[in-house]
């Protein structure tokens, strides 16, 4: 009887190694067999029309060709059809995804490696329309699907645009700050290095203010020397004048000296009126 008992608990491990083994045959078996159907059901799928089906088809053989075989070539045709799908459907992020998948794999075509860099092109160019009509969170979700939005050392296109967004609105602060204080030469030098469009029509009132105040200070001037009896008409151009001072301002000149420094090069000179001073040949 012992001998019997010994006989059989000798025996199960084998049974059970045997059982193990049959079992991991019998997944390689149905692998082995799922792969060889799947190259018939991805060419189905793509002579009907089904691109996310034949993708998945795609996807599901890739990730069994260690077990041999080259790709066929209807994984790079349901993928190039359905990334021009995506495109067309303005769905540029997964259609550019896709796209870089197909360029990658092995069933790629010189012609999609020059589809990719051109829709690259394209999206960089409606990045930057969006960016100038004024709508920068857009610009950048465009250039996140080329991976162009963000790069740690500050390189990338929508860096660049973040740096010339926030130096604009800087500008424009500066400028209203400038005119509340009544500097308006100076504030009219912040507003003239605004170089973005849609931040130029955001600041055209803060210009008509400006220009409002320099007309208003000019002729508070006339009045006093109206007033102290100074007929004089041989006044510097106040247009020449004008130029003259901003260009000194951008030179990084402060408005008085500016004023001071343009006056003498047009041949006038400061004429001192009360708390008022003007330029006068």
């Known amino acids: 009887m012992h001998t019997a008992l010994a006989l059989r608990h000798h025996r199960l491990p084998r049974y059970w190694l045997g059982l193990t083994l049959g079992l991991v045959a019998a997944a390689v078996g149905g692998v ?10 991805l060419q189905e799928a793509a002579r009907a029309g089904r691109l996310d089906a034949c993708i998945r088809y795609a996807d599901q053989l890739a990730a069994l060709r260690w077990l041999g075989g080259a790709a066929p070539q209807e994984q790079g045709l349901c993928r190039r059809r359905k990334a021009a799908q995506l495109w067309d459907q303005g769905q540029w992020s997964a259609a550019m995804k896709l796209q870089l998948q197909l360029v990658n794999s092995g069933a790629s075509q010189p012609p999609d490696q020059q589809q990719l860099v051109q829709w690259q092109r394209q999206l960089e160019s409606r990045a930057l329309g969006l960016f100038q009509q004024g709508d920068l969170q857009a610009a950048l979700v465009l250039l996140a699907a080329i991976g162009a939005d963000h790069r740690s050392d500050g390189s990338a296109l929508g860096d660049n645009l973040r740096d010339s967004w926030t130096r604009n609105r800087m500008l424009r602060d500066r400028g209203q700050h400038l005119i509340k204080q009544q500097r308006w030469w100076e504030a009219l030098d912040a507003l003239n290095r605004i170089d973005h469009p849609w931040w130029k029509g955001q600041t055209k009132e803060l210009r008509q203010q400006v220009q409002t105040g320099i007309a208003s200070l000019r002729h508070q001037e006339d009045k006093e020397h109206e007033g102290h009896g100074d007929t004089n008409p041989s ?16 030179a990084g000149m402060d408005d008085g000296q500016a004023f001071e420094r343009a006056c003498k090069e ?4 400061v004429v001192e009126t009360g708390p008022e001073s003007t330029c006068r040949r």
Do not use: C, F, T, Y
Not at 32 to 41: F, G, M, R, V, Y
Not at 235 to 250: F, Q
Not at 266 to 269: N, R
């Open 266 to 269: 047009l041949g006038g000179k």
């Open 235 to 250: 006044n510097v151009p106040i247009a020449a004048l004008d130029a003259l001072i901003s260009r000194k301002i951008a």
């Open 32 to 41: 082995h067999w799922w792969e060889q159907q799947l190259p018939l059901k």
